[in-house]
């Protein structure tokens, strides 16, 4: 058997196909959205991430506001532009890229974001409405990957998800968005104090895997038919690696790949993030 392939690169511009229309309507209503990015440093993969969403942002009618930062910039220069945006009117949303160099501390820099231009869903405020079952922006790769399932037809509702990572913006949310009634998935999330994770995954109809560790998931550890989405990102110099080996893709029934899966979906959530708070805006003003 060969895994079919969730495809995340062709739903994410379906997706960006239906922003478009609404960015659309929108602009009839005389509201251009625009969402911020902060970038501090140079790290390359940093440097491409954020270059691609401003692309997706050209694509769909949303304004590009860059900021970037040297990777020396103190504490104070960076709270002073995360300060900037927030106050921006042309800024509807904005995210800073994580993680950030040096000793500047990522959670005290989400901390910063106004909540209600949170883009990320990561602001605390953001996150404890998810834990209280409230509205409000859902991070980008939780929301992507629960989107891909849902729009392949995969069974969330009753289904034993085994999420392997427990990181604060995939493996931690992912487990709160798929335990919500909407999704009313069971969920174990495996991590490194984990005995035996082979034990847990074998037992999964879905594997969600997002520890950032090349090959981690091989296909011993994948029950016949279980659907498995890798979302490990490990740059070599044979390109783009991801935590599923290569092999699952002969056990499971379906397999959201590294490139081409999860990758274009948190782009794709993130700018419905952006036109989510638009459309929210325009209409408190109306
Ligand atoms: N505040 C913040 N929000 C984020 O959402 C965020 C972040 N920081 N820091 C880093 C991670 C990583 N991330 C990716 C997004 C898209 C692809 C993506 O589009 N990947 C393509 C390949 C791109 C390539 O070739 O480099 C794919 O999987 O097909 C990958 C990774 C967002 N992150």
Not at 5 to 17: E, F, M, N, P, V
Not at 201 to 229: E, H, N, S, W
């Amino acid at each position: 058997m060969t895994a079919q392939i969730l495809d995340g690169k062709a739903l994410a511009a379906t997706i960006k196909a239906e922003l478009k229309e609404r960015v659309a309507a929108l602009a009839a209503r005389g509201i251009v959205p625009g969402l911020g990015t902060v970038l501090v440093g140079d790290d390359p993969g940093s440097h491409s991430y954020v270059a691609g969403k401003h692309r997706d942002c050209a694509q769909v009618g949303i304004a590009s506001l860059e900021v970037n930062l040297p990777a020396s910039a103190s504490a104070a220069e960076l709270q002073a532009e995360i300060e900037r945006l927030n106050a921006d009117p042309a800024c509807t949303g904005f995210i800073v890229q994580l993680p950030l160099p040096g000793s500047l501390d990522d959670n005290w820099a989400l901390g910063l974001v106004d909540p209600g231009k949170d883009a990320d869903g990561l602001h605390p405020a953001n996150l404890g409405r998810l834990v209280l079952s409230e509205p409000g922006p859902l991070p980008c790769t939780p929301r992507g990957i629960v989107e891909l399932l849902r729009r392949n037809g995969v069974e969330l509702a009753g289904a034993e998800v085994c999420v392997v990572g427990r990181g604060t913006t995939v493996g931690r949310p992912l487990g709160l968005l798929l335990t919500r009634k909407s999704e009313n998935a069971t969920v174990t999330l495996c991590h490194t104090g984990t005995v035996d994770v082979a034990a847990h995954t074998r037992r999964a109809d879905i594997v969600i895997a997002a520890a950032g560790r090349p090959g981690l998931v091989t296909a011993d550890m994948v029950k016949p038919g279980a659907v498995c989405v890798d979302v490990g990102i490990t740059r070599t110099e044979k390109g783009l690696v991801g935590d599923l080996d290569p092999s699952v893709h002969e056990v499971a029934s379906w397999v959201a790949p590294v490139p081409g899966g999860v990758g274009p979906m948190t782009r794709a959530m993130l700018l419905s993030n952006v036109v989510d708070r638009a459309e929210r805006l325009a209409d408190a003003a109306a």
